[in-house]
């Protein structure tokens, strides 16, 4: 199993915070959804595996990714719902909405936390 850490949109810069505000006001609620990256999220991964007879190891790569605009937009569609995401004549709205909130925050740097869970037999 590989997950990336934190969500952009549950981080703490200021492109961050912007993004959330965004997506916030899009969904009409807060976001606190980990995408399954969380601690707790792991300790059950691991328990599952072990519980399934494998032997488990885990790994953490971390490094700073710098990304553009598009590159968050098609984040944020990625993590969405087929309920949550925009239809298709309001995506190039939605990308804009997100660009102007998190423009004043350039450059985009994101801190990812790579986790591997492997499980050996």
Known sequence: MVTN???LW????????ALRDVLTEWLGHPLTTTCGTDDRSH???RDSLVAAGYEVDTRVVEY??????EQIAGGVYSALSEE????????VAFADRIRAAI????PYR???SVRILTGRC
């Open 5 to 7: 850490g934190s969500p």
């Open 10 to 17: 549950l981080q703490e810069s200021a492109s961050s915070r």
């Open 43 to 45: 300790v059950r991964y």
């Open 64 to 69: 700073v990714d710098e990304l553009t605009a």
């Open 84 to 91: 949550t995401l925009p239809a298709a004549d309001e995506r």
């Open 103 to 106: 423009e004043p925050h350039e």
């Open 110 to 112: 994101e801190p990812v």
